[in-house]
């Protein structure tokens, strides 16, 4: 399972996406109504490529969010950029790490009838969607230490379960590690919007919980979803184009190499309400 960490920074956009400077102070630029993009240069420089994060806030009020497997018959692996063309989506990222079949997420995994993997196991989040009532959020990342799943599991309809990377209160669980990859991870702010972040460059995921609790991001919590090559971040709207894919990682992959996106089994996509 050489699946924890990746992602790399390609931006093409009708407007250009300026890096801030080395201030944690992020900027946003408007996509569309509840939609905004950044890229910003981290305070710590990563061992390569260019150290910038990219994220897009996502409102869900405006935006649904849509799980897609290659477990759904007739469906196959495809990268990211490939899902999202072929389900008609805004933005695709990886819904996380998954077995060595290719197709079975690593934890609990369920979109409507469809059961990717129907056993929880010991990671302590769990990103929900697509609500069955307003009684909860329209989005959220569930801390199972701080929340009561079985009462939410019945709440809605779409979960795809990974590893925690700050509880309730914000502090980073991970420890530190000389370990380094691209990243993807899934965030909720204070205010309730989603979070999709990449970093091509690597960092330990300590260090880059540290970078993202230290922004103004207003981060609640953060969930990991995947790194190294695998990790994939794929926007496409309003002439504004984000192609971006992971390539370091320790052990597998020393290098910034990588320009093309993997083929993956499970994505998260957004489409407009």
């Known amino acids: 399972m050489r699946k924890i960490l990746a992602i790399l920074l390609i931006v093409n956009s009708a407007y250009s996406i300026s890096a801030q400077s080395s201030s944690t102070e992020i900027k946003w630029q408007k996509v569309n109504e509840g939609l905004h993009l950044t890229e910003y240069l981290s305070p710590q420089k990563s061992i390569i490529g260019d150290s910038k994060i990219t994220i897009l806030k996502i409102d869900p009020s405006v935006y649904d969010f849509n799980l897609f497997s290659a477990k759904e018959k007739g469906e196959e692996i495809k990268t990211a950029e490939d899902w ?34 129907g056993s929880l196991n010991s990671d302590n989040t769990i990103t929900a969607f697509n609500r069955k009532d307003e009684s909860v959020p329209e989005f959220q990342i569930i801390d199972r230490q701080c929340q009561d799943w079985n009462t939410l599991k019945d709440k809605y309809h779409s979960f795809t379960q990974s590893i925690r990377m700050v509880d309730c209160n914000q502090k980073n669980k991970w420890s530190q590690q000389n370990k380094k990859w691209s990243m993807v991870v ?13 970093s091509r460059s690597p960092y330990s ?6 970078i993202l609790l230290n922004a103004s991001l207003d981060i609640y919590n953060i969930m990991y979803l995947e790194g190294g090559p695998e990790a994939s971040f794929y926007l496409n709207y309003q002439g ?16 910034d190499g990588n320009n093309r996106f993997w083929k993956i089994p499970n ?3 957004i489409s407009k309400k």
């Open 267 to 269: 994505v998260i996509g």
């Open 84 to 117: 999202a063309i072929q389900k008609d989506q805004i933005a695709v990222i990886n819904a996380g790490m998954y077995r060595g079949d290719f197709v079975t997420n690593v934890g609990y995994m369920k979109d409507y009838d469809l059961t990717n993997n």
């Open 205 to 210: 995921v300590h260090d880059f919980i540290e």
């Open 186 to 198: 899934m965030g909720k702010d204070k205010e309730g919007n989603a979070l999709f972040i990449f």
């Open 240 to 255: 504004v184009k984000a192609l971006k894919m992971g390539s370091y990682e320790t052990g597998f992959n020393l290098n």
